[in-house]
């Protein structure tokens, strides 16, 4: 049963290009991740503002991005 969350089910056999949209995808969440806890660690030290909201900005667009080209390679 499809859901908001993960719209359509997993496929196991998605070819080599849906095996490089997931690794592309997955590498792209983790350095999200990362601009995400480094936005936060500038926010809380105060001095980095602006800085920490474009890395969130950049932690969003990484994610759908990263997402979105999963969706297209693997066709999931």
Known sequence: MPSFI???LKRARVGAAGA???FLHWTGV??????????????????????????????LG?????RGLRYVLARE
């Open 6 to 8: 993960w719209p359509n």
């Open 20 to 22: 490089v949209g997931r």
């Open 30 to 59: 983790i350095v999200a991740g990362l601009c995400a806890l480094l936005a936060v660690e500038l926010l809380v030290e105060g001095w980095g503002q602006d800085l920490s909201h474009t890395l969130l900005i950049v932690a």
């Open 62 to 66: 990484l994610t759908f991005g990263t």
